[in-house]
């Protein structure tokens, strides 16, 4: 049975998709892009701010999930340069610790809003 996931800790969906789902006791969440819980508004101009905000939004859904950074299994991450990738890589390591998932980094043309980055992560519940 899947269990679909909300939460005010991130941005509600912007489409016709839920912000995350659970199935058995994996957690998979739906990409995540720099918008404010709150205002629903694209934060931060640069690829690190971006980043950041991305992986609050990120930890508030594991959070409601009953899961965290720390079990992460696998993350996918999309930016819109890869001449970002170095900024991106040192604030997205910082919110693990000796746990590293597995991931792939891609290059895309575009996202939503126009942001940089944009990442969706599976997890374990905690």
Not at 50 to 59: C, E, F, G, R, S
């Amino acid at each position: 049975m899947v269990k679909i996931i909300e939460t005010n800790d991130a941005p509600a969906a912007i489409g016709p998709y839920s912000q995350a789902t659970i199935f058995g006791d994996i957690v998979f969440t739906s990409g995540q892009i720099p918008l404010s819980p709150v205002t629903g508004e694209v934060v931060g101009g640069d690829i690190a701010a971006q980043t950041q905000q991305v992986m609050k939004n990120l930890a508030g859904l594991l959070k409601a999930a009953g899961s965290s950074f720390s079990s992460v299994l696998k993350a996918t991450c999309f930016l819109t340069d890869m001449a970002d990738f170095s900024a991106f890589n040192e604030v997205y390591a910082s919110c693990f610790t000796a746990n590293m998932p597995a991931r792939s980094c891609v290059a895309v043309k575009q996202l939503p809003k126009g942001v940089k980055v944009e990442i969706e992560m599976i997890a374990a519940k905690s």
